[in-house]
């Protein structure tokens, strides 16, 4: 007697009269169960000697649950009962009240709710919110649909079997999901009911894609052995269903918890026995049954024989639908086709569902194969993976490697729920009823395909510089992208660091998809774009016009402005403003965007004369309204010469103060009074506009500036002094004689 194992299906072989035992595929943990209990033992392991409890058990897995509580998990039937500490949301979920509540506890809540309970949740609110009369086909005692409807704020509507929603009444709109673990034949029946009750129904595909191919897989092997063991936990609903469906293909069925319930009497020499078990079984479980049947090799054949044949035990099949959600899709029964089952409708009742309808139905049943590339939406994002409901009864999982992050994203960065996005298919995982997505290699073959549309056709496109690297910079165009350091711009560029960040303009100069080489030129563009503008200045522009400019040189004598797409021109220093500039960097500084006119264009040269100063207000205008003949103001030496001084009263208007006006005494060097720089008072004396000329006097401020002399008292009579013996004549001629020699020397 041996074991083999063949295609994940495991085989006893004995003799002629021996028993024959095959494992059913897709049976024990699906995708959510796993990832319940994955989330525990994390939980166990981050929060060592914190209260942890599960609010109900975990799943539907006595064995299972009594291991979580050696990792100090325990089990809790209400959030009253949990005063501190962390409490773990079970794979079946909880309606959002109950979220609330214990949030509002303070309690560290971990969400371990399958993520196609969640959808269930999210479709049954949406619906709500639409205005649909929900209806959740499912057990009305089992958690997950307490949780679904929970999401409808308690008002959707329980019903279990088709006669239950023929009961109901009608209605404008019914919107329809169903537990998970539901029958697709239960589930169609009660949609055919409702059809005629209201005017629009709409359906979810609620059932889990894992559970229907365990289904699926268990009824094709009960079809073909005489026994099956169905081995789970007696409050799971999922695995009551699978010993139902197996009883009702013919086997002998037989529900147990452990190897230990199993029994010899169950067995006829030559039996053909099949195994399957529930989403919520663990693989030693289901092990240890196959391990027992090797201990019925002592039996004798005799008390094989005589052993009572038990069709059905009393542990098998009790009639409750099962739980878990998993895949969503908006399968709706089209419209269409729901309005003309209306129609049909008699006063009697509604028809039978007509075969078009469930035809349709059926196809919305979508499986994605590998290397697909599909559309879907997202249902969760977590730090470690994105699911993304990609189908009918296909949903998917994106790990965190295939999303495509970048730097210190994190996947709540780039996606949320609700998002629809395009995915590549890694793999399917028929075990699980879960298919492997990956985001980044979905947008890598898009960004493929479009680089090869823009390269065949010239175009150019964007990108944003991520790194500079060794001879160039790399860029993201979907992939990876270099732009060679001559190919940066139309001129040497000494700092390519500075371009990390910027998003440039490129055009592909290279493209092997088979090497995975891209390389792209921004200088390819800026020449095209510099011809092209150069045509249009030399071609449009006129003496006179004003452009918009950008400084990108300075010199000595002047600035070159960049007046588009690289195309510049010379603003002399001279041509700068209407007062004398010293240099060009005390008017502008580089990248200054300024406004300028332009004053020639030479074809033949390709030269441009700019200037700055004829787009500013000329303060020559209204001159005689500023400034009138007998002002006296204030004004800054801007420079000296020979002759006086020039001195500026505002940017663009200078007067002369001439050597003459400096001062009240006769002066022989300019530099002697003033100095370029100095601040001082002049009186204006003449003001010419037509010539642009203002004559400024520095000694008429002065003496306008000096206190009047004293008024002059009349002298009291004194008394005649004693003669000096002078007389007047006398004194008159030494005045005389003084007054000549001060002409002379005039």
Same mark, same amino acid.
């Given at each position: ?20 035992? %095959? ?12 990832? &319940? ?26 064995? +299972? ?47 371990? #709710? ?31 649909? !307490? ?7 308690? +008002? ?40 005629? $009750? ?40 999922? #695995? #009551? ?80 639908? &099962? ?21 049909? =409708? ?10 078009? +309808?469930? &035809? ?42 295939? *999303? ?45 395909? $479009? ?14 510089? =991520? ?17 060679? /350091? ?7 560029? %000494? ?24 390389? *792209? ?50 603003? @002399?220093?001279? %041509?700068? /403003?209407?007062?004398?500039?010293? @240099? ?5 500084? %580089? ?9 020639? *264009? ?5 030269? !441009? ?22 002002? !006296? ?67 008429? &401020?002065?003496?306008? /500036? ?21 007389? !007047?004549? $006398? ?6 004689? *003084? ?8």
């Amino acid at each position: 007697m041996f074991f083999v194992a063949v295609g994940g299906q495991y085989y006893w072989q004995e003799g002629k009269d021996g028993l024959n035992v %095959e494992l059913a595929d897709n049976a024990g943990f699906c995708f959510g169960v796993k990832r &319940a209990i994955e989330t525990a033992v994390k939980t166990a392991e981050e929060n060592k000697g914190v209260p942890i409890h599960t609010l109900g058990p975990l799943i539907h897995s006595p064995q +299972t649950v009594a291991r979580l509580s050696e990792l100090g998990i325990q089990v809790a039937d209400r959030i009253e009962d949990i005063d501190s500490g962390v409490v773990i949301i079970r794979s079946h979920g909880v309606p959002p009240q109950t979220m609330e509540r214990a949030q509002g506890k303070g309690l560290q809540v971990v969400d371990a #709710t399958c993520p196609f309970v969640v959808r269930a949740m999210t479709w049954a609110a949406q619906l709500r919110e639409d205005g649909y009369q929900v209806v959740i086909v499912g057990d009305r005692e089992h958690p997950e649909v !307490i949780a679904i409807l929970g999401a409808t704020d308690n +008002t959707g509507i329980l019903v279990g079997t088709p006669e239950e929603a023929a009961a109901l009444p009608a209605c404008e709109a019914y919107g329809v999901v169903a537990q998970k673990t539901q029958s697709l034949s239960n589930v169609r029946a009660c949609i055919a009911e409702l059809v005629g $009750e209201a005017r629009e129904v709409k359906c979810y595909d609620t059932i889990c894609t894992a559970t229907a191919r365990r289904q699926q897989a268990a009824r094709d092997l009960a079809s073909r052995v005489d026994v099956m063991l169905v081995v789970g936990g007696r409050n799971s609903a999922n #695995t #009551t269903r699978l010993a139902q469906i197996c009883q009702e293909s013919g086997a002998r069925t037989y529900h147990i918890e452990t190897a230990d319930e199993i029994e010899p009497r169950w067995f006829r020499p030559g039996d053909k026995v099949g195994v399957t078990a529930g989403a919520s079984t663990p693989n030693w479980l289901i092990e240890e049954v196959v391990q027992r049947m090797t201990e019925f090799d002592g039996m004798q054949e005799q008390e094989v024989k005589n052993a009572q044949a038990t069709t059905v035990t009393e542990e098998a099949v009790e009639n409750t639908p &099962a739980v878990e959600a998993d895949a969503v899709q908006d399968t709706a029964i089209a419209a269409e086709n729901l309005a003309a089952s209306a129609e049909k =409708t008699d006063a009697n009742g509604p028809e039978e569902f007509d075969a078009p +309808t469930m &035809a349709q139905y059926d196809e919305t049943f979508i499986t994605p194969s590998q290397g697909d590339i599909v559309r879907g939406k997202v249902v969760q994002v977590s730090s470690d993976e994105v699911l993304v409901h990609v189908g009918g009864k296909s949903e998917g999982r994106i790990p965190r490697h295939e *999303l495509g992050l970048k730097g210190d994203q994190e996947p709540a960065d780039i996606l949320a729920v609700g998002d629809e996005i395009d995915v590549y298919v890694v793999r399917t995982d028929d075990s699980e009823g879960s298919v492997v997505l990956s985001k980044r290699r979905a947008d890598q073959i898009r960004a493929w395909k $479009e680089l090869e549309e823009i390269y065949e056709k010239g175009e150019t496109l964007e990108a944003t510089v =991520t790194e500079r690297v060794k001879g160039g910079l790399l860029v993201d165009v979907g992939v990876r992208g270099f732009v060679p /350091a001559s190919h940066v711009a139309r001129n040497y560029v %000494e700092d390519l660091d500075s371009y990390v960040g910027k998003t440039l303009r490129l055009k592909i100069i290279e493209l092997d998809r088979q090497r995975n080489n891209v390389v *792209l030129s921004h200088r390819e563009v800026l020449e095209e774009e510099y011809q092209k503008q150069k045509e249009i200045i030399f071609n449009t522009y006129q003496p006179g016009d004003i452009v918009d400019g950008v400084v990108r040189r300075l010199t000595d004598f002047g600035a070159f402005v960049d007046i588009g797409s690289g195309v510049e021109g010379l603003l @002399h220093v001279s %041509e700068m /403003a209407y007062s004398r500039v010293n @240099h060009p960097s005390d008017v502008l500084s %580089e990248n200054q965007e300024i406004k300028v006119m332009i004053l020639n *264009l030479d074809k033949e040269t390709e030269r !441009i004369s700019l200037g700055l100063k004829q787009t500013l207000p000329d303060p020559w205008d209204n001159i005689g309204s500023k400034y009138h003949e007998g002002d !006296i103001v204030q004004g800054e030496v801007t420079r000296t010469v020979d002759f006086g001084a020039f001195v500026k009263l505002e940017d663009g208007v200078e007067g002369l103060v001439h050597i003459s006006q400096l001062a009240d005494h006769h002066v022989a060097n300019t530099e002697d009074v003033v100095t370029a720089g100095q601040q001082v008072k002049v009186k204006i004396i003449s003001i010419d506009e037509e010539a642009r000329r203002i004559g400024l006097s520095m000694k008429e &401020a002065k003496r306008e /500036a000096k206190p009047k002399p004293e008024p002059v008292q009349e002298a009291q009579p004194q008394e005649e002094p004693e003669s000096s013996g002078i007389t !007047i004549g $006398e004194l008159v001629g030494d005045l005389g004689a *003084l007054l000549k020699g001060r002409d002379e020397d005039e």
